[in-house]
């Protein structure tokens, strides 16, 4: 066979001109299509416009795909919430209201990473670059959880951070999954995902002994009283759930 028809045959199953991001593309519209679980390693390859054995040249299996689209979005989620929180600006609680917005809002404009960062039920333990990932983005909200539990007020036991970044988690989750996501299933309420989120927020930091009320533009009154100071002692550990395995 000549070299030239051997060119023609490459050029016909590289013909996206990049085939590891066609491929990539394809299993993100297959996602938000069918969900994380929903389509094949062949259909993967069908959307993409390739023969089935062609996404092997770039990944092992549907599960190595499947992370390339997680760790991806991951970072992308890392970076808005990074934006949101803005290191604390202006004040803690305002920038913690902005990073549960930002949360909501990457759930339901990024469906399909969404879906591949937390429903996919990749084994994230087993991928250390998928794990850092996640647990980068997981760090800004620890890093907001460590900022609200050093504004406890006097007499007031401090909550561990990580507790409290695992909680508020699990209720920012809990609303994205339930009511923040842009699919047809989404229950009807009245009240946005974003002002149930924060009234969820609001009540938990109460039920600390948390001050939560504060005039509009000013900063929370325990923040003026009392400067935000590191936790004491070692980190509880990696997160997790979804964002890590408990050694």
Do not use: C
Request: net charge neutral; proline share 9%.
């Amino acid at each position: 066979m000549s070299w030239r028809k051997e060119q023609r045959r490459a050029e016909r199953g590289y013909h996206h001109g990049n085939l590891k991001e066609a491929l990539l593309q394809a299993a993100l519209g297959l996602i938000a299509e069918k969900g994380a679980a929903g389509f094949t390693f062949a259909d993967a390859a069908r959307m993409a416009g390739v023969s089935p054995a062609a996404p092997y040249r770039h990944f092992r299996d549907r599960d190595e795909l499947l992370s390339s689209i997680a760790q991806r979005g991951f970072e992308q989620f890392e970076v808005v919430l990074t934006n949101a929180w803005d290191d604390g600006r202006p004040d803690t609680v305002t920038a913690f209201e902005r990073v549960g917005k930002a949360y909501l809002a990457f759930a339901r404009e990024e469906p399909a990473f969404y879906s591949a960062m937390f429903e996919s039920g990749l084994p994230i333990d087993l991928n250390p670059t998928l794990l850092a990932a996640s647990e980068r983005a997981f760090g800004i909200i620890r890093a907001a959880a460590e900022r609200l539990a050093a504004m406890a007020p006097p007499g007031t036991p401090r909550p561990p951070a990580m507790m409290m970044a695992l909680h508020i988690w699990s209720m920012s989750h809990g609303v994205a999954s339930l009511f923040g996501r842009g699919d047809a299933a989404r229950r009807k309420l009245p009240m946005s995902p974003e002002d149930l989120l924060e009234a969820q927020v609001l009540i938990y930091l109460r039920g600390l002994g948390f001050l939560t009320d504060r005039p509009a533009g000013q900063k929370t009154p325990t923040e003026d009283q009392k400067p935000a100071v590191p936790l004491s002692g070692p980190p509880s550990g990696p997160p997790s759930g979804p964002w890590g395995t408990p050694k």
